[in-house]
């Protein structure tokens, strides 16, 4: 009976240590590459967002995120997110076009699970699963606040114009 309690506590302090010496690395690296180790790939209007995605994701250590400067194919707005049994990159690369950086979940102040931001000129084609019609991109993300389904939106201006149609 006594080896079974030894062995948690033993696994409780070496996660407890795990986390400590992990540390909270807030900081993005902008044209660095974290290859392979993807647990799941996501939609992402920037590099910021990516990050708070990977703090919410059980499994996410670390990301890699294609810019919208992306040329090599269409995965623009790409969100990569990785995990390793070390919890660090396999290994790291300088590329253009990406930023990538770590879960915040070791961090000590909590982090938002919504960002209130709006982004001009994003739009993730292809994800579209209702179409609303409102006076505003304000209402539009009010609307998609309140929709547990809705993770991002888009909002379509008078001006828009679609190349579908062209």
Known sequence: MKTPLRWLCIASLWAVSFQITEGCVRDLQVGTDFP???VADVLAPDAEYCQL???QHHLCQFFTFLTKDWRSDNRV???YLKHTASGKPSSTRSLAAVVSGYSLKSCEEPSSTCSPRVFRDVDFPG???KFLYTD????CQTA???DPDCQ???YLTDTFDNP???
């Open 144 to 146: 998609c606040t309140t």
């Open 36 to 38: 392979g180790n993807d």
């Open 77 to 79: 707005f790409y969100c």
């Open 152 to 154: 991002f939106f888009t």
């Open 164 to 166: 579908v149609s062209d």
């Open 136 to 139: 505003s991109h304000s209402d």
């Open 53 to 55: 995605i990977c703090t």
């Open 127 to 129: 994800v579209d699963y």
